[in-house]
């Protein structure tokens, strides 16, 4: 993220650019703004190794702090900016952020925050005064200094794990004493993941406050490459972005992807798309028919990798060898990957197991040794974030669903991704969770959970011929016994699924094991 050659050698160049607005932000713009951020830091008597977090939605100031915490050792936590009051307390307290820097959009959230964080020593926020103890960023930034701060030294983001089935965890990885320009391997990974290059112009269209596209667009900013920041997803604007800015690398969730191939014919078919070299996809397992379909349409340019937040290993394919492995999500491209039984044993090929890594587990959960520990085989080469899937002949992986997420009926293992992709390549059916819900003598059953496309009504009738859909197509042990619609389902910006605020519905007053 440090970006002070590129000012110098190409001041007027776009750095960032904001989707909906069109506002520019220069390579010179901001390596001015990074710097007076670094110095606001420092002022505050911040020192390598403190934390600092950020509350903001998709806009230049995210990065630019993200650059003045890399330029002075800090860590620096960006928050999802959809989540609750006591969610958001909870991640400024436990991460031990010192500074708080917000905007107007966050609201009533924000002004709810300093009577419930009392260690934070400075409050900051963008676009309008706040209420005390709030500073407005931009004067204060504005009044610094635009020039390097003497004691430049990199700093990283502490990330925290989505809490989708429980309290996040701040993922802490230690950051080396070096100066902020130096080339790291994450960077270099990123840089042959996704082919990035300089001259290259990249569309981000998911949320900043994410590793994936955090990673992405530092990556972009260290190699002097233009990034345009979507404020949010729209499949239309997605495609008429990619045409006006001739967008050449772009990362997307499947979600995005099953919405892009929603649009009217008409559409997709008016957009020019020839410019993109490489379209990436991670975060959750893509539908096959889905896939397929995106690769029809922009060609064999879609490339897919596997990786937790946490970073202690990935998988990569691109789509030659995912069309001749349908459903992988890659090989190891750091890391080896091993399926261990619940006894500990290896599995053989095809066998489902829990995803281990070995080879890359530099990472520790802050302050909880405890989860740490829990993460690790008893040798401390090996690490998992619980996840559950199986390897081929050829050692391709293939993702089941998350271990928690397992369903046990009748004492058999059901792990429900594979009845949610189905259900998703159904044309009614635009979003679907499936979970276990509670049953007299089988302990769970499969239950679905459905959105519908739009113009499509919901009703028994509806029920009973997506059930059949499924039972048509899969084991009937996997299909749903019944489903519920719902207007919306809870997915966040990141397009992973919050099964757990649906799943804890049904399971209200009764002893839930699976949480």
Known sequence: MYAAEHAQEAPERAALVMAASGHVVTFADFEWRANRVARLFRGAGLRRGDHVAFLLENRPELMECAAGAER?????????????????????NDCEARVLITSAAMGGVASALPDLCPKVERWLIADAPGPAPYEPYDEVVGSLSGDPVPDEQLGTAMLYSSGTTGRPKGILRRVPEVHPGTWLPKMEIAQRLFGMRPGMTY????????????????????????SVIMEGFDAAQFLSLVERYRITHTQV???????????PGEVRTGADVSSLECIVHAAAPCPVPIKEQII??????????????????????????????????????????????????????????????????????????????????????????????????????????????????????????ETENLLLTHPKVEDA?????????????????????????????????????????????KC??????????????TGKLAKRHLRDRYWQGRQNSLV
């Not at 002075?72 to 400024?92: F, R, W």
């Not at 969730?253 to 649009?263: A, E, N």
Request: hydrophobic share 40%; net charge negative; charged share 20%.
């Open 296 to 417: 029809d349409w922009f060609g064999p340019i879609v490339a897919e990798y596997y990786a937790a937040s946490e970073a202690n290993g990935a998988t990569w394919c691109d789509s030659a060898e995912w069309l001749a492995h349908k459903g992988t999500v890659g090989r190891p491209l750091f890391g080896e990957v091993v399926i261990l039984d619940d006894d500990g044993h290896d599995c053989p090929p095809g066998a489902v197991g829990t995803i281990w890594f070995r080879g890359a587990t530099n990472f520790e959960y802050f302050k909880d040794p405890e989860q740490t520990s829990a993460s690790r085989d008893a040798s401390g080469e090996m690490s998992t974030v619980g996840d559950v899937g199986h390897l081929d002949d050829d050692g391709y992986l293939y993702l089941t669903d998350r271990k928690t997420m397992m369903i046990i009926s009748g004492g058999v293992n059901i792990y429900p991704q």
């Open 433 to 477: 969770a499936v979970f276990g819900v509670p049953h007299v003598d089988l302990g769970e059953e499969v239950k679905a959970v459905v959105q519908l496309s739009e113009g499509v009504e919901p009703g028994v009738e509806l029920e009973r011929e997506l059930i059949g859909y499924c039972r048509d197509r899969i084991a009937h042990i």
């Open 253 to 263: 969730v499947p979600t995005m992807l099953s919405r892009l191939l929603r649009l």
């Open 203 to 226: 569309l981000s269209p998911a949320p900043l406050y994410h590793s994936a596209p955090l990673m992405s667009v530092a990556t972009a900013l260290r190699l002097g490459a233009t």
């Open 480 to 493: 749903p016994r019944s489903i519920d619609f719902e207007e919306t389902l809870p997915r966040l910006p």
């Open 72 to 92: 002075t050792g800090l860590y620096h936590t960006p928050i999802n900016s959809h989540l609750g009051v006591d969610e958001v307390a909870y991640i400024v």
